[in-house]
C-alpha cells in the first residue's frame, strides 16, 4: 500500500481547532475516484481535497474535492485551504497575485495577497442560477416543509458548485418560528 502525505488544515483561524477543517493531498496523482472516496471517508473531515498537476491552459493547480459521502463540485473553504497549503509547500505561484483553481466547478482565480500568516486568499464563487423549480406538491420537499407557512415563489433548486434548496417563507413571523426538521431536509 502506498501512503500519501497530507496536511490537516485550520481554514479561517490562526488557532488549532479553531477553524474549518480541511484535509489536502497535495500530491495525488494516480489516485483513482473510489480511492479518494476512501481517504476522504478516514479522514472524516468535512472536506478532502486532492491537488493534481494543472490540466487547463493557464491554471495553477487542478483540484478534486471529497466530503466523507461524495465527490463535491465546489466548497469555498476547501478553496481557500488549498491555495494556502499549495502556496506554503511551493507546490504553485500566483501570477500577478492570482492563483488559478481548475476543477468540476470551472477554473476559479483566488486573488492572494501578503504572504506567511498576514496572506489573504479570496475567490470568486461559481455564480448560481435556477436548476429546478419544484412543483407545489413535490414529495421530495413534503417531509422537510411540513408545517411551513409559504411564500408566493415555490421553492427552487439552485447550483453553483453544490446545490441547494431555497425556500421563500410568508414573513419573519414563520422565519423566527421555524425549527426545522434537520433529517426531513437532508433526506
Known sequence: MTSRRFLQLDVFSPYPGAGNPLAVVLD?????EAAMQAIARWTRLPETTFVFAPEAPGSSYRLRMFSPQKEVPFAGHPSVGTAHAVLEEAVAAPVDGVLVQDGIAGTLPL???????????AIRTPRASVAEVAQ???????????????????????????????VELRDEAT??????????IAA
Open 175 to 184: 422565519l423566527r418560528a421555524l425549527r426545522p426538521d434537520w433529517d426531513a
Open 111 to 121: 486573488q492572494v495577497d501578503g504572504t506567511g500568516a498576514a496572506r489573504t486568499i
Open 28 to 32: 495525488a496523482e494516480g489516485l483513482d
Open 136 to 166: 407545489p406538491n413535490d414529495p421530495r420537499l413534503q417531509a422537510a416543509l411540513a408545517g411551513w407557512s409559504l411564500g408566493a415563489l415555490p421553492p427552487a433548486r439552485m447550483a453553483g458548485g453544490r446545490s441547494w434548496w431555497v
